[in-house]
């Protein structure tokens, strides 16, 4: 599933492709997901596109917002002529047509994603749910050991991955952060020393940071608007079979999610 660094990379394209132009007219194809209203809140410009969470929000004019929610399989496909679209084209959710003739379509096979369209209130309370941001200005060291004190029970890895707690993590950078820190993802918080939350603060922003700029991890199916990511390439222990020091990784399920460490690297 899309976690921060790869919806981040699909707001900046957003931001390259689609913001400032027109979209003409709106074609949506599946009602269940996808707000049939849509069609009405176009023709409009694309003011901004930004990123909340694993959220993906565009503005149109009137205060009106589309929020995109990519679940599991949710991506965009952008293309400079209809004609040119890919051939999963057939699960399409909604195709936005632009006015200078370019098309961008949201498709999403297993259906967990979905786009809808909002006024400002709902979008406000839509986003206030989320955690801060991880690379966001208010999300410091001191910041962090304070959240972290409120659940000394609770489980640090399972703890990384709620939204209501910090935001845009999920099940990979979870575990690569954890590996970086050198933190047992099986640990309670109220374990954990100051030094290693501080590592923990830093490792987080780093692999974020890095996958940013390698445009996010393709391990199954996510695309960006420009092909695949590149930080699988990266990974430490997500899904492999030894960790950098070529140590033996232990897989265990956590909350229902496979996760992946090294029992001698991870304390
Ligand atoms: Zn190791």
Redesign the pocket.
Known sequence: MPELPEVETIVQQLNKHIVGKRIQSAQVLEQKRVDKSIEKAVPSTVVRAWRRAKAIIMELEKKKYLLVRLGMTGHFHYAPKPESLGKDEKFAGVKFYLQDGSVLSYTDIRKFGSVRVLNEARLQKELAQFGPEPLGKEFTATKFKEMLAKKPKANIKVTLMDQNFIAGIGNIYAQEALYHAGIDPKRKIGTLKVPEIQKLHQAIQQVLRQSIAHNGTTVKNYVHIEGSGGFQKYLTVYEKTH?P?K?LITKVRMGGRGTYY?S??QK
Do not use: A, K, L, T
């Open positions: 960790c020091q140590h090294c001698r690297c």
